[in-house]
């Protein structure tokens, strides 16, 4: 840590002393300022780049492996159910059959005020009052048994440190070609509509021909 030390001016007034003769004055420091201070910190942070799995070995000694509901707030999803069509029918304008398995809005249990969906095995509920949507959701969590839980230890590597970011390629690669086509020659045969054609092309000095009688 580093120790920084500076020096501040003191706010002060002054005042008449019966002590002093003539034009006398003493300094007196002023107890009613207010010190406004700035202090500008810069902190600089080395990551030592992704966690890596060691997938040699394996454990087993976890908390619990109980399945428990997640609950919460969030913005509405609902448009990414909306169908490509013009209606004013609510039971068409999205994609129906929701449920835990399948995206889609649950009909049978929405009305256009309380709309619940589902996306990704998420459940919504989209609250409107006046026209502000509250949106709400849950899922059930799987623990320890979900597929995207890792039952292995983690660590940092090295060779990683201060990667804090997929890398970025840059797929703008120019490939020149000939400027001259191999098949331009049989291009140019299309614009030919007489014999006459091909011998006074281009002075007759591009295309050859041969006399095969």
Known sequence: ME????????AVT???TSD?????RIIIPDLTATYSIKICLISEQSDMGFFNADTATTTTDFISDESVVVTGECKTRLSELRKYIITNTFSKQYKNNGNVDNDGVDYDNSTRNNVIYYIGGIRYNDI????VTTTTFNYLALGNNDPSFIKCPIFKNPNNENIISNPKINNDVFIIRQ?????EN???????????DILTYGGGKILKTYNNT
């Open 186 to 196: 049989n291009y140019i045969l299309e614009n030919f509509k007489r014999i006459t």
């Open 3 to 10: 120790f920084l030390k500076k020096t501040f001016k003191l």
């Open 128 to 131: 409107i009052v006046d026209n």
């Open 20 to 24: 002093c003769y003539d034009d006398c």
């Open 179 to 183: 400027e001259l086509s191999v098949f």
């Open 14 to 16: 002054t005042g008449t």
